[in-house]
């Protein structure tokens, strides 16, 4: 079994930043993929960022050059920074781990006011 736990949300005012972390643990193989995702009211779920066991990093276009994900394979921990936040960034934020299925934390409430 997998869990993980994210935690680091909260209320900020535009412009401000804030760091959220994903702790995993259970059977989490050696090599994974490690995202965040985010789900805004009255919205789909949608794809922030992806990084790999080895480094490789990949952004939604509405986040690039503001957020910035990366991993402590050693802690089994991913990160997300996310700097010059906007309202539109306003969501509860997922960590996932793909390690032959996907599996899903319980999220972390981000709001961002204007």
């Known amino acids: 079994q997998v869990q993980l736990v994210e935690s680091g949300g909260g209320l900020v005012q535009a412009g401000e930043s804030l760091r959220l972390s994903c702790a995993a643990s259970g059977s989490i193989g050696t090599v994974n993929t490690m995202a965040w995702y985010r789900q805004a009211p009255g919205k789909q779920r949608e794809f922030v960022a992806t990084?790999?066991?080895?480094?490789?990093?990949n952004y939604a276009d509405s986040v690039k050059g503001r957020f910035t994900i990366s991993r402590d394979n050693g802690k089994n921990r991913v990160y997300l920074q996310m700097n010059s936040l906007k309202p539109e960034d306003t969501a509860v934020y997922y960590c996932t781990l793909t390690f032959s299925r996907i599996f899903w934390g319980q999220g972390t409430q981000v709001t961002v006011s204007s």
């Open positions: 990084i790999t066991a080895g480094g490789n990093t």
